[in-house]
């Protein structure tokens, strides 16, 4: 097998590593997320998403440069063309992805394909892998894990407009996203016109993010999806049986109560861990005759540790919608939201991990925009 052939980058010249030594700040966050990631091993892994490997046709883009592309699009919520804007206009950002000055960056239409090729291959695979590859580095390199894993679901808006895709079903032409459901978002408690409460279901149509974050790390460890409809509670044991396999150190699982289901109180019994899944008020009301097994589970310290630190992953969610556009899908259909998905956890853990072990905010700390 030969060497694969890459586009020049230019990253050796004048205009790569010896100007970018005099004026990328030693402190920038992407300095440091240089330094912390070994983005090498992801090479091979990576070309396998290029057909014939890069050994015939015309040379592509370098794997690694153009995943460092695709987070920097999720790390600053950028569009494909603002990122290749970005990329060309912003010296920290060529010398992250190692593209010398005076060369141009990949264009929107290239940093689409490189991400489609991501989930083509294998589904889900490629994302998936680089998301555990990041746990177990950061394992590596001295994170510490707690004993407390969190489990709950996002939804994320698909990128439709309802009305119109409502027009073409009634016309009978196929919706434009068919992966896409209605599902409920949660409760609101209004008055009427008399001053009654009641109760309304607010719903969005779209994906759900379920997702397993472990409480004193920060970090998203395992991550499932499904159409909005789905029920949140069938996705907890997929979640922490992939958790135990990359070896976290978990006693304690904790979730609302969308989870507190009969299979899932078994499973974590199964595997010998604590509950902390909040109860639903029916478990302890007097008519329930198992009423006392519930009230024993509520009296335990785990289960209140756990209900302590649920809130962290709703911080976690916030974050993903506000600053990194999980909020709405970018693009159709659910192997494109996979993608996003796992690129935007994948973003946020780097930087989770940055600030763990070089104690470098990006959000606080990130100098200025050098320009080129």
Partial sequence: MGQPRYRDTGENSFYGGYLY???????????????????????????????GAGEYGRPPWEPVLMLKVLLLAHLYHLSRRDTEAYVNENIPAKWFIGLAVDKPAPDYSTIADFQSRLVRNRKEEACKKLLDDLIILAKGKGVVFGSIQIVDSVHVIANVNTQKDDHRDKEGEPRRDPSAQWGAKHKHTIRDEEGKEKKITEYFFGYKQHTSMNAESGLITSLTHTSGKAYDGHQLPRLIEHDL???????IVTADRGYDDGNNHYFLELHKLHSAIRLNDIRTAPTNRHRDIWLDLKRTPQYRDGLNERGRIEAKFGEA???????????????????????????????????????????????APVKA
């Fill in 245 to 251: 396999s990359l070896g976290l150190p978990i006693s």
């Fill in 21 to 51: 030594d005099q004026i990328v700040p030693k402190g920038h966050f992407l300095r440091q997320l240089e330094a912390v990631i070994p983005w090498r091993e992801y090479a091979a892994h990576l070309l396998k998403c290029y057909k």
């Fill in 321 to 367: 919608k506000t600053r990194h556009g999980l909020r709405r899908c970018r693009d159709i259909g659910m192997l494109a939201f996979q993608a996003q998905s796992y690129l935007t956890a994948i973003a946020m853990n780097m930087k989770r991990i940055v600030l763990l072990l070089t104690g470098t905010n990006f959000g606080h700390s990130l100098p």
